[in-house]
């Protein structure tokens, strides 16, 4: 039933693009959408899958420190909800982002670059000055070889040049001015002006989509830290991005969240469409669980003492452990 709620949804992108799978803690979201995407035969469909469930001490030990606690809270779940979503991706998948990363290069990559950047030298100087070389006893060349070389060498700096030029346009697009100081007159552009990491880096998170194939964003862990206004940034950047005529495909965020974390109409006001999961485990049927997976590990456990902590148990992560 929830798997088929799903795919109706998903379905409806012209009409539904923000859905939520609420329910309490351990009541089964994350299985429901595993088994999902593992069902899935749409094609079509590109599943990316962000969680803050790790991030929660590392917030919580920043925002202690913090003076204004909401705000900083709020900057710090949007940070790391960019971070996931940059970081998931290769570099050469998102050449133009301005988000730059450390790159292994490989030997023998490095070794061409090497080979390259001598030969590029050589033949423009061999262009320019070709005394200049055979002063050295670099190159010395008969007459009637002359011609190829000199074709040879112009080929090899044409090359050389657009490899440079082609570099550099990619490298000038990440560069931003900041400040400006004209004798005494001073024009500065901050960064900052925006409280909102995900406005200020709009036009990275739209690229991201443009140039990347994935329309489903699964977004877990959320409600842990008790923050609306998150889901009212990611609803606005939602539309931004669906409204975009540069992204092809329509985008769908799914948001697995409590069930008290909204109020009555509050939550048609940050979703489209809702699947709530009713947990199969409370604490007046976890003896019959856990008494199944003592008979089927054949467990030396006595029975009355599955019945005396059962009464505790209302969760199936909970049971598990």
Not at 138 to 156: C, E
Not at 214 to 225: A, G, K, P, W
Request: charged share 25%.
């Amino acid at each position: 039933c929830y798997i088929q709620s799903l795919e109706w949804a998903l379905k409806q992108k012209d009409r539904v693009r923000n859905i939520a799978i609420s329910g309490p803690y351990g009541s089964g979201k994350s299985s429901v959408i595993k088994t999902f995407i593992k069902r899935n035969s749409d094609k079509k469909l590109k599943f990316l899958h962000l969680s803050l469930a790790t991030f929660k001490e590392q917030l919580n030990e920043q925002i202690n420190n913090s003076r204004n606690s909401d705000i900083e809270t709020l900057r710090l779940i949007e940070l790391s909800i960019l971070q996931q979503l940059f970081y998931h991706e290769k570099d050469k998948q998102i050449p133009d982002s301005r988000f730059k990363r450390i790159k292994s290069h490989k030997t023998s990559l490095l070794f061409y670059y090497s080979i390259g950047f001598i030969s590029f030298v050589i033949s423009l100087l061999f262009l320019i000055t070709p005394e200049f070389l055979s002063k050295f006893y670099l190159i010395y060349l008969p007459p009637r070889l002359t011609p190829i070389a000199h074709y040879t060498a112009s080929v090899v700096t044409l090359l050389g040049l657009f490899f440079i030029v082609f570099k550099s346009s990619r490298a000038l697009k990440s560069v931003t001015i900041k400040k400006l100081n004209i004798n005494s007159a001073e024009i500065e552009i901050d960064n900052d002006i925006s409280k909102s990491i995900l406005n200020n880096h709009i036009d990275e998170i739209l690229y991201f989509f443009e140039v990347t194939d994935y329309n489903v964003i699964i977004i877990e862990d959320l409600d842990r830290f008790e923050q609306t206004e998150v889901f009212t940034k990611l609803r606005e950047i939602n539309q931004l991005i669906n409204n975009s005529k540069k992204i092809k495909n329509n985008v769908v965020f799914i948001y697995a969240i409590r069930d008290d974390m909204f109020i009555d109409k509050e939550r048609t006001k940050f979703f489209d469409f809702m699947i709530p999961i009713i947990p199969v485990i409370n604490s007046t049927n976890s003896n019959e669980k856990l008494l199944a997976i003592v008979r089927k590990n054949d467990y030396k456990i006595s029975t009355e003492l599955i019945d005396n902590i059962s009464f505790f148990i209302d969760d199936m992560r909970l049971l598990y452990n």
